[in-house]
């Protein structure tokens, strides 16, 4: 059965969130960094004028970061929990984004099998030309300093499906 998720984070200080209603099957990952990034890009100039973003108008609002890298990492945390819980019977496919523009014949093979759907040549074929052929990095729209990137990449160390992550990393 496929889901969506709610979470709610109660305080920055509270445990991560909480968990209202869970039926995850799915989890597209990005490197966190740039996921940050974007979040902060909608917050600075609205969904409607993200074309500032994009032409290279950086970010400086180091408050705002460090907010939004709590947030994010409260989400992660949250599908750790899932995933680390015994008492819920949750499979959960990971599929990192590098790995699906490097090889999206082989990941979405992966995908296919593991909702047991039949996977088709054509079917693949369809998908693969619509993958874009590059990550965008949106960490660099945004000014980092030393110990935000030290914050964001200790919290990523701490849960396994983001360990290949880093500030420098190219996924």
Not at 63 to 84: F, G, P, R, T
Request: hydrophobic content about 40%.
């Amino acid at each position: 059965m496929l889901c969506t998720y709610i979470i709610i984070a109660k305080s920055r200080s509270a445990w991560p969130c909480t968990l209202l209603h869970i039926y995850l099957k799915l989890q597209v990952l990005r490197n966190p960094v740039d996921t940050i990034a974007t979040q902060m890009a909608y917050e600075t100039f609205g969904e409607v004028d993200r074309s500032k973003f994009k032409s290279h108008v950086l970010i400086n609002h180091s408050e705002l970061l460090d907010v939004k890298i709590d947030a994010i990492m409260c989400c992660y945390e949250a599908i750790h929990h899932m995933q680390s819980n015994p008492n819920l019977d949750i499979e959960i496919h990971q599929l990192h984004l590098a790995d699906l523009i490097r090889d999206p014949y082989k990941e979405m093979r992966k995908l296919c099998n593991f909702f047991e759907v039949e996977c088709f040549d054509w079917y693949l074929d369809a998908c693969a030309g619509l993958v874009q052929t590059k990550l965008s990095k949106s960490r660099n729209q945004v000014i980092w300093s030393k110990e935000l990137i030290r914050k964001a990449e200790e919290n990523m160390r701490k849960l396994p499906f983001l360990s290949r992550y880093s500030f420098t990393s190219e996924d």
